[in-house]
């Protein structure tokens, strides 16, 4: 089955594999010292979280093997699959399954574990009652793990293969990462993510960064330590040393199947054509001592994954395990494979990719569809590995069937990520019936939206709106999902824009209260009128009465105290004060958290600073009890937007400039965030240099905010460039203070404009034309009349002072 028949050697020689008594055990480890003491250092002063990084090959299982040779205490160890099934946490619980004597007294929150462990049952708290709430169902989880972990501290624990990770294991070590366990130093390893890239695994460490331990190849005299030690060369000389380097790009793991390949097979290792070109010349070399019932079985083996079951490749092959045994032995003795512990395994998956490459296109989908056969029969099903099989067959049908299961699976276990992961794979086979894509999709977009799919999941979903035979109830459904998406990603105009289009097409109150709950928001968009969300706001409570849905009552009176704050009416601190003291917001904790930043935010635009940090310190308190992440950003960025309007300006840029680095995968806070960092820029700038860049980070956001018609950071930071400009270029500031009254008078929210308002009675008043800006004023004046707005009732004050009425 694999084609073993090339002759690949490039310098002649015996073809037949030996292994020569001069080719001596495992290939020394070299040219790692550094790593190998900066790891020890980190391990040894816990806790902490250190990320060992580098291209597959490149050394990272052999680093920290050496670690934990001669390291003292307890560790546990864990190995993520390439093909996982949809089972949160999974490698953690691998790694803490075998470790029931080691258990002392527990919280009761570890009870959570027991059904998922069955091997520590006797050693965990009673089950606590189930949640209805999948999130929280969740996060109780990640609490019990962290509960075990901590039972099992001091100690190391040591997870590989972390870009394979499940989305809640990637959650959980960055919920780790901000409440460190005592005692408990965390090693990962995974592959060094390419530039302008990212995975689930970096994306989840970003706001608390890890320690890291980074890999590159290995340079001429490390490879020069090897190549004496294997083919024992008291000096190489250099144009071997030269040639290995080129031919390997100094990986350490092909660069010891090359010199063991050179060991093996005799000749001149000095002569530059008999160093085997790639890892597939290595490979190929060795397959070439196997009979075609060996490669068969081998290539079945690599189908199968890195750790082939014997028992599946005997009855995929219909061959008795015996034979199977027996071949994979064969493989075995000529180093196409190696002894785990439990069992014969590729050394690597670059080796096992190999392979896999070399069995022919026609009998790989062959073995992918027997495997998937086989794997039928098994109890529970493997849905993920039965979609990966079906799918490499190019069985589509098959492969929709296992993926939607899978995505269903992960969805029950509350792992929104793993299911949009699955059901974004659905989207690209052809033949999909309409009915079944649109159903489909619409899962897609539930679980994408706190998944981690949005940007893959945004094109397939406006694809499907574009159809005009998509049926009304499917318009609707898709066409607010992609709105909240695209309000995620940060393109608000759009998002908006998305959900107004919906609205009609939702049929059921429940869907239609939030939605347009969504619309009553005033802070989101230019070109809608206030009197356009109080509208959407009475729209939202008709349809939310006719639900009798809680939950979307819920969100409706969040909605308006939101909107009646921005519009200064004092009602909304009344209607605040009722539902953070009823049971419905209690019981959603999450909710209740969102509701509190969003309303300190309201406060702190009306001026209400003592309000902003009451409501600032409940949804800190909320997030961290209910350890819901996503949220925290969101915590970071009200607290800095609070300090900025109290004058707390020491050391605020640096701190809104990490928020920033860390927010960049975060578009929905990002661009407040910017606004918020050009503004205190601008307000510290002391000589020519700063101003320059305050002006330039200014301009950027008022770009940005423009494009996606974001009209609060575009107000605030037209109003603060008016302010920079307005000593040196008065006639520029008038150009920026006049367009930001021209957005807020849009809104109809004139208490915003209070600052490009001042700005302009200022300029007026120094170039000794009141006049200019006495009908600016006026209007600020008349529209905050009554309102409860401190901050542009101040601005009104010192305008006045300037142009009196």
């Not at 006797?122 to 969740?138: F, G, N, Y």
């Not at 599946?312 to 032995?329: E, N, Q």
């Not at 999450?590 to 009451?614: F, I, K, M, S």
Request: with cysteine.
């Amino acid at each position: 089955m694999i084609d073993g028949d090339q002759d690949t050697t490039r310098g002649g020689g015996d073809p037949s594999p030996v292994r020569p008594e001069r080719l001596r055990g495992p290939v020394e480890f070299v040219g790692r010292a550094a790593e190998l003491a900066r790891l020890r250092r980190l391990v040894d002063a816990p806790p902490c979280l250190i990320l060992v990084e580098g291209e597959p090959g490149i050394g990272k299982s052999r680093l920290v093997n050496e670690l934990l040779a001669d390291l003292p205490g307890s560790y546990l160890i864990g190995e993520c699959d390439d093909v996982p099934e949809p089972f949160p946490l999974g490698v953690l619980l691998d790694a803490i399954r075998g470790s029931a004597n080691r258990l002392g007294a527990l919280s009761p929150v570890a009870g959570a574990l027991a059904p998922l462990l069955p091997e520590l049952a006797d050693a965990l708290p009673d089950p606590p009652p189930p949640l209805t709430d999948p999130a929280a169902e969740r996060h109780r989880l990640l609490r019990a793990v962290g509960a075990v972990l901590a039972a099992l501290s001091p100690g190391t624990l040591l997870l590989e293969d972390l870009h394979w990770a499940d989305p809640a294991t990637c959650e959980f070590l960055g919920y780790l990462s901000t409440h460190p366990v005592d005692g408990l130093a965390v090693v990962l390893t995974t592959r060094t993510v390419m530039p302008g890239g990212s995975t689930p695994i970096h994306d989840a460490l970003a706001r608390t960064p890890p320690w890291r331990v980074t890999l590159g190849p290995l340079d001429a005299t490390d490879v020069r330590r090897l190549a004496a030690r294997t083919l024992r060369l008291d000096d190489p000389p250099e144009r071997l040393v030269a040639t290995l380097l080129d031919r390997t790009a100094g990986i350490p793991f092909v660069v010891e199947e090359v010199l063991r390949t050179l060991a093996e097979r005799g000749g001149d290792p000095l002569a530059d054509d008999s160093v085997p070109f790639v890892l597939r010349d290595v490979l190929l070399w060795r397959l070439r001592a196997l009979d075609e019932a060996t490669r068969e079985v081998l290539g079945a083996a690599a189908v199968l994954g890195l750790a082939p079951d014997q028992r599946i490749l005997a009855s995929v092959l219909s061959l008795d395990r015996v034979a199977v045994g027996t071949a994979l032995t064969a493989a075995h003795r000529a180093g196409l494979l190696h002894d785990a512990g439990d069992g014969l395994r590729f050394r690597h998956d670059l080796a096992r990719q190999v392979v896999y490459d070399l069995v022919p296109r026609e009998s790989r989908e062959w073995l992918h569809l027997r495997v998937a056969r086989v794997l039928e029969q098994e109890l529970p099903r493997p849905v993920a590995q039965l979609a990966h099989h079906y799918r490499r067959a190019g069985s589509g049908a098959d492969f929709v069937r296992n993926a939607e299961a899978a995505a269903d699976l992960a969805t029950e276990r509350g792992d929104d990520a793993t299911a949009a992961s699955f059901l974004l794979q659905t989207m690209d086979v052809a033949e999909l019936p309409r009915p079944v894509r649109v159903r489909l999709a619409a899962k897609l977009g539930r679980s994408a939206i706190d998944g981690l799919s949005q940007a893959e999941a945004i094109p397939v979903l406006e694809r499907l709106l574009a159809d005009r035979r998509l049926p009304p109830g499917a318009r609707g459904e898709l066409g607010l999902v992609l709105g909240r998406m695209l309000r995620q990603q940060g393109e608000e105009l759009r998002g908006y824009t998305e959900i107004e289009r919906a609205v009609p097409y939702l049929r059921a109150p429940r869907r239609k209260a939030p939605a347009l709950a969504v619309l009553a928001a005033p802070d989101t968009v230019v070109g809608r009128h206030v009197g356009d969300h109080l509208a959407r706001c009475a729209e939202a409570e008709s349809a939310a009465a006719a639900s009798g849905d809680p939950g979307a009552h819920l969100a409706v009176r969040i909605a308006r105290a939101s909107l009646l704050l921005e519009l200064g009416d004092p009602v909304a601190w009344a209607i605040i004060t009722e539902l953070r003291a009823s049971a419905e917001l209690a019981d959603r904790p999450r909710e209740h958290a969102r509701a509190c930043l969003n309303w300190a935010q309201g406060a702190l635009h009306a001026g209400h600073p003592e309000q902003a940090e009451a409501l600032l310190a409940a949804g800190r308190t909320l997030v961290d009890e209910s350890g819901y992440e996503r949220l925290t950003a969101l915590v970071e960025a009200t607290e800095l937007s609070l300090d900025r309007a109290a004058g707390r300006l020491d050391g605020l840029a640096q701190r809104l400039t990490r928020l920033v680095a860390s927010a960049e995968r975060m578009p929905v806070i990002l661009l407040d965030a910017r606004a918020e960092l050009a503004t205190v820029l601008a307000r510290t700038a002391a000589g020519d240099d700063e101003v320059r860049r305050a002006e330039q980070a200014l301009r950027e956001v008022v770009a940005d905010a423009r494009r996606v018609g974001a009209i609060w950071p575009l107000v605030q930071t037209l109003s603060a460039l008016a302010r920079l400009t307005l000593a040196g270029r008065p006639g520029e500031a008038v150009r920026h203070a006049t367009e930001a009254l021209s957005l807020v008078r849009g809104k109809g929210i004139l208490a915003w404009a209070a600052e490009a308002v001042l700005v302009l009675a200022e300029a007026a008043a120094a170039a000794g034309a009141p006049e200019w800006a006495a009908a600016a004023v006026t209007e600020l004046e008349v529209g905050i009349a009554g309102r409860d707005a401190p901050l542009a009732v101040a601005a009104l004050g010192r305008c006045r002072d300037l142009i009196p009425a």
